[in-house]
């Protein structure tokens, strides 16, 4: 299991209790302005209905989402904003990929840079990691949701790849086209989904002891605090013991 998708579970229940609320809608109105430049109507646009689900999980008001929505089709004047990926290098070779939102990329790419080199990486040329990573859709249950036998079978049978369980959550993958049509199958029989998203899944993981996760996760965590960060993907992979000394931790 993407140690990555464990420690964002864990930063995710204590974020229902964190004060940086207007941080969060910021990033998200953003991601919903850039997934509505392909269209505003979420019925036709997949990529803005997820958009608008993670803002409404969120607790985001609905004249803020609507907002967002019309500054991405032109209807309201809004900030130039486009989409970067960086691509890099953490403590011990781990890959790295963070996409950006921003409306000013030169600024950005500096303070990215910087980020990388203070946590110990290093920042990379285009393609340098992304060759490792392909679009999976990832959802994230709490383990005492649901038993991993439920779990499997319903996911399974809604046209997920895989089910992996450990003691905190099970995470189930599936491709794009079916990430919608599982994560309905849950919720329909009754199983709260934590966290739903599309992400960047590697294809080989390297497995951490606690040294180099809490030196990678350093880096992970400071991108992810950067104001036009969007998402980071690594390809990490924290076994269940380190990951509870890495929640002592924070």
Request: hydrophobic content about 40%.
């Amino acid at each position: 299991m993407s140690g990555h998708s464990k420690w964002s579970t864990i930063k995710h229940k204590k974020a229902a209790l964190d004060a940086k609320r207007g941080k969060a809608w910021s990033k998200l109105a953003r991601a919903i302005t850039m997934a509505a430049k392909n269209g505003g109507n979420p019925d036709d646009n997949p990529r803005l209905r997820l958009a608008i689900d993670k803002a409404k999980g969120g607790n985001m008001p609905k004249d803020t989402i609507e907002k967002a929505v019309k500054k991405g089709t032109g209807e309201l004047e809004g900030e130039n904003y486009e989409e970067v990926l960086y691509e890099g290098y953490a403590f011990g070779g781990v890959a790295v990929m963070c996409m950006a939102v921003t409306d000013n990329r030169n600024r950005t790419s500096a303070e990215i840079k910087k980020i990388f080199e203070r946590a110990g990486g290093n920042l990379g040329s285009t393609n340098c990691v992304a060759f490792q990573f392909h679009q999976k859709g990832v959802i994230i249950i709490l383990a005492d949701k649901a038993s991993e036998d439920q779990v499997m079978e319903i996911a399974l049978e809604a046209g997920a790849d895989d089910v992996n369980s450990s003691a905190e959550v099970h995470e189930i993958t599936s491709d794009p086209d079916a990430f919608e049509t599982v994560k309905n199958a849950l919720t329909d029989a009754g199983i709260e989904v934590e966290n739903a998203d599309l992400s960047m899944v590697a294809d080989n993981e390297i497995t951490l002891d606690l040294t180099a996760a809490r030196k990678v996760m350093r880096l992970v965590d400071a991108l992810e605090e950067h104001d036009d960060a969007d998402s980071v993907y690594s390809n990490s992979n924290i076994p269940d013991d380190v990951m509870s000394e890495l929640a002592k931790d924070s």
